[in-house]
């Protein structure tokens, strides 16, 4: 497991080499706008297997993506309506996560067998930079075990994986905050699954 402090002299190094270790099948430990995530490239399925496996993560949950540009989704997203066209303009990038009907070939590991997928552009943060840096889809899901508290620093995440992981990217603490609200935009009818930062009120339209 290596660890790198980012500093604003090194950060086009330290996403360079979080892209590497993505591309290559190692799961890595980054800051969001909220708490420190897990990422793992969206088709690598033995990474997403052994992502899995160090969370202790139910199956039956499926496993969240980011990406850094809204025309990375025609990669993972069967279907964008307009329903999902007017909020990704209105709240992306930021903390709104959108459920698509998701592209035969992604893997059970990210759908959990829903057949949808949950992507988002996260807001300002390291994460962006690396979503934008790295120009494919990775996992988001946060940085602790099932039924542990997600961790807002490098050394929780440490604490909490070690050597299960191959990078952690340490930018300090993380704003910590409310998780990113979740709408489900498989059909014009919107669904609000999870009223996290943006609040549901703000979703009419």
């Not at 800051?31 to 039956?60: N, V």
């Amino acid at each position: 497991m290596l660890l790198i402090k980012m500093n604003h002299k090194n950060r086009d190094q330290v996403l360079h080499s979080a892209v590497d270790v993505l591309k290559t099948g190692g799961i890595i430990a980054y800051p969001t706008e909220t708490f420190y995530g897990l990422g793992a490239k969206f088709d690598k399925e033995t990474s997403l297997q052994r992502l899995y496996e160090i969370k202790h993560r139910p199956r039956e949950k499926a496993m969240p993506l980011i990406i850094g540009h809204k025309g990375q989704l025609s990669s993972i997203a069967a279907d964008i309506n307009n329903s999902a066209i007017k909020l990704m303009e209105r709240f992306w990038p930021g903390p709104l996560t959108l459920l698509f009907p998701a592209k035969k070939h992604l893997s059970e590991f990210i759908t959990a067998g829903t057949h949808k997928v949950a992507v988002r552009i996260p807001g300002e943060s390291f994460a962006l930079h690396l979503a934008k840096h790295a120009r494919f889809p990775f996992t988001a899901t946060s940085a602790n075990p099932s039924g542990m508290p997600p961790a807002r620093d490098a050394e929780t995440v440490m604490r909490y994986f070690g050597d299960q992981i191959e990078l952690i990217i340490d930018c300090g603490p993380s704003p910590g905050g409310l998780p990113s609200t979740i709408v489900d935009v498989t059909t014009e009818d919107t669904r609000i699954l999870r009223e996290g930062a943006v609040k549901k009120e703000l979703l009419t339209y």
